[in-house]
């Protein structure tokens, strides 16, 4: 009798364990194509700006790479995301760009830079699988409203011409405008497996890209 409570105890936890097990695997959300052909790229990859009409130059260089799932208690889900630390000789000073599937918003993922020292003031300047006209509340900030401008077959910026450029707007509106950093773009263009080609700053600045080399 007592050896077969035993049992019926070892088989009831097993069961038990095996439900908790598989209730804590949660499903992971995936960085989809779109997100990944524009704004993921490897270590070494480097880009080199223009200030426009000046002869003022910004090589952006990506030195690290962080690739992999995050999680967070508060969702459902894991989501992929692909960290990037970069560095400004321009700003001579590193900052991060994350592109991430964790959104509010099914069926999109973001893109989003901030500089060292200024994560409160993280801005996002893309977002996925929406078409032109499109606005996106950023989650973290919601006063970071986002806007999917245009969409432009070839682009020609500097003597060279870009093919599938996306257009972002990224302004911050509200109580949340005195947390904008100088350093973000308001507007950025996004050529397919180039990255960002163009940048309108804050103080109405254009930096234009004249050369690169990129990994994905």
């Not at 194509?33 to 260089?61: A, C, G, H, P, R």
């Not at 992999?68 to 760009?97: M, P, R, V």
Request: hydrophobic share 35%; charged share 25%; glycine share 4%.
């Amino acid at each position: 009798m007592k050896k077969n409570l035993f049992l019926f105890v070892l088989l009831f936890s097993s069961v038990w364990l095996s439900c908790c097990n598989k209730s804590e695997v949660k499903p992971v959300r995936k960085l989809d194509q779109q997100t990944k052909d524009y704004t993921v790229f490897l270590e070494n990859s480097f880009w080199i700006y223009k200030l426009e009409n000046q002869i003022i130059k910004d090589t952006i260089k990506i030195n690290t790479i962080r690739f992999g799932n995050s999680f967070s208690d508060k969702l459902e889900y894991d989501y992929e995301e692909n960290e990037k630390i970069a560095y400004s000789t321009y700003q001579s000073e590193k900052f991060y760009t994350t592109s991430t599937a964790r959104s509010d918003i099914d069926n999109i993922c973001i893109s989003n830079m901030w500089f060292e020292g200024a994560r409160t003031s993280t801005k996002c300047t893309f977002f996925s699988n929406r078409s032109v006209g499109s606005i996106y509340n950023y989650w973290y900030y919601p006063d970071n409203i986002v806007t999917y401008q245009e969409f432009l077959p070839t682009y020609t910026l500097e003597g060279k011409t870009y093919s599938e450029v996306m257009v972002f707007e990224s302004r911050y509106t509200g109580a949340s405008l005195a947390f904008d950093d100088v350093r973000l773009p308001v507007r950025v263009w996004y050529a397919k497996h180039v990255g960002i080609i163009r940048k309108e700053m804050r103080n109405g600045d254009f930096w234009n890209l004249i050369s690169y080399e990129v990994k994905q």
